[in-house]
């Protein structure tokens, strides 16, 4: 069995620029979630992706997108970033849509100078 | 303000004590979860509660979630330096299509 695989593992951004980030779900799995963790922070959700669709949306502005595909695999994007954007971007799986026990990639590292 | 709140932020103790780790919140959870973070990791699951007053244990972790769904708590017992980490509390409210999670306590067990 897979588990949550992300890339890339760090990245480093202006501000401004645009970036994409990509998730990869556990076998058998049909929900993403993505979450930003600030440095000391717990992780605050950002959307979940069920069967291609966003299945909810937690307090982040339009700049922040997403996407998922047949395979279940996903992208999160973010626009015209800020220096505030700067932290570990999580994504995890699960079997069911909703909050069910999710399982957790080992995150992005976003840096935005 | 954090939904959930966890106390304590940092906790640093010796190897062979005793500890425990609350998360708070004045609203009630269809479930909560507790899950552990390394350096450089995602957070990995530890246990989900899901019954008022349940108690679950893992070796030497004890977790139990309050009778009126609003808090849970996370005890270890004679801790050891793996147990270095940031444990994280989550809640599942019913109806709410996200998890919200507490911002973490930070555990050092010095050997």
């Known amino acids: 069995e897979t588990g949550v695989t992300q890339s890339p593992t760090h990245l480093i951004k202006t501000r401004g620029q645009q970036v994409t980030l990509r998730c990869s779900s556990q076998?058998?799995?049909?929900?993403v979630s993505w979450y930003q963790q600030a440095l000391g922070q717990g992780p605050q959700f950002i959307f979940q992706y069920y069967r291609e669709e966003e299945n909810g949306r937690g307090n982040f502005p339009p700049r922040f997108s997403g996407l998922q595909f047949p395979n279940y695999s996903s992208e999160l994007n973010v626009n015209a970033l800020e220096l505030d954007d700067s932290a570990l971007y999580l994504c995890?799986?699960?079997?069911?849509?909703?909050?069910?026990?999710?399982?957790f990639g080992p995150g992005t590292r976003l840096t935005v100078l | 303000t954090q939904l959930l709140e966890q106390s304590p932020q940092f906790l640093s103790i010796q190897e062979g004590e005793n500890l425990t780790v609350y998360c708070n919140s004045s609203s009630v959870f269809s479930s909560l979860q507790w899950y552990r973070q390394e350096p450089g990791e995602g957070p990995v699951l530890l246990v989900t509660?899901?019954?008022?007053?349940e108690v679950k244990k893992l070796k030497r972790l004890t977790f139990q979630f309050g009778d009126a769904r609003k808090d849970s708590s996370l005890h270890i017992t004679a801790a050891q330096p793996g147990d270095t980490g940031l444990y994280l509390c989550?809640?599942?409210?019913?109806?709410?299509?996200?998890?919200?999670f507490g911002q973490g306590t930070r555990l050092t067990i010095n050997p």
């Open positions: 076998s058998g799995h049909n929900t």
């Open positions: 989550a809640g599942d409210r019913k109806g709410a299509q996200k998890l919200v």
């Open positions: 995890a799986s699960s079997l069911l849509a909703g909050n069910f026990e999710q399982f």
């Open positions: 509660v899901v019954t008022g007053g």
